[in-house]
């Protein structure tokens, strides 16, 4: 990309939180991950770059800060703008990915990033160690170094597991997405696995109307 790619990207993405206000969206969520363009500037496995968005952290981080702080100046104050980053890439280098991405999230923070969903950066081929609940610790680690709530996902599948994530100080919020493709009811399951007062209302109002009505007939 030349510089001028460069900024006609960023204004891209000024462009889309725009037109996401417009449309009545009231979160708004950078893919920062898995990848695609924001962390293929972080990270080093993919950022040859020999200019002022290549080499040390400060330039491979450029890239999203400058795009974080312009967002931030259209989408409103009142609403989060949230990033999901891949802070680590299981390449065997774990200790010193995860210490950068702590430093950039600081300065995303400081440029008014609220919360950051931690992913995984898929930059490279290495192997994830799939496990449940694999990356809550990581992002247990993010939330008590930056001061950032944080959110996850990847193999998180029990409720009971997923609400004690929050309370014990880990997350601030749970992403779920293969549970849900299996099973659409998972929300309202939780609800009632977790004791929840009326269960069904986690669902939409038209369905949870509905669902009360049956079961109180
Ligand atoms: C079929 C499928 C397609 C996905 N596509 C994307 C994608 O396009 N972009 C992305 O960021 N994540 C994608 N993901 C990853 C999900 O965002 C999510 O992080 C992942 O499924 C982990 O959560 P889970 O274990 O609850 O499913 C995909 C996941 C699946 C299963």
Same mark, same amino acid.
């Given at each position: 990309m030349t510089l001028a790619d460069i900024r006609r990207v960023q204004q891209d993405f000024v462009a889309a939180a725009k037109r996401?206000?417009?449309a009545g969206f009231k979160?708004?969520? &950078?893919?920062?991950?898995?990848? %695609? @363009?924001?962390?293929?500037?972080?990270?080093?496995?993919?950022?040859?770059?020999?200019?002022a968005y290549g080499?040390? &952290?400060?330039?491979?981080?450029? %890239? @999203?800060?400058?795009?974080?702080?312009?967002v931030r100046q259209v989408w409103p104050e009142e609403f989060p703008l949230t990033a999901r980053l891949g802070v680590l890439e299981f390449d065997g280098d774990d200790g010193a990915n995860l210490a950068e991405s702590i430093d950039v999230l600081k300065r995303l923070k400081a440029h008014g990033l609220d919360l950051v969903d931690v992913g995984i950066g898929f930059s490279t081929m290495s192997p994830v160690p799939w496990a449940p609940n694999m990356l809550v610790p990581v992002a247990g680690q993010v939330r008590s170094e930056t001061g950032l709530p944080v959110a996850t996902s990847w193999l998180i599948a029990d409720a009971k597991q997923a609400d004690g994530f929050v309370r014990d100080g880990q997350l601030d919020l749970v992403m779920v997405a293969r549970r849900l493709l299996d099973n659409p009811h998972w929300p309202q399951q939780a609800a009632?696995?977790?004791g929840v007062a009326k269960p069904s209302w986690v669902l939409p109002t038209p369905y949870a109307y509905w669902?009360?009505?049956?079961?109180?007939?």
């Open positions: 996401a206000h417009e979160w708004l969520e &950078l893919h920062f991950a898995h990848g %695609f @363009l924001a962390q293929s500037f972080l990270s080093k496995h993919s950022n040859a770059r020999d200019d080499g040390s &952290l400060e330039n491979r981080a450029r %890239f @999203l800060v400058e795009t974080v702080a312009a009632r696995q977790l669902l009360e009505s049956w079961a109180a007939a």
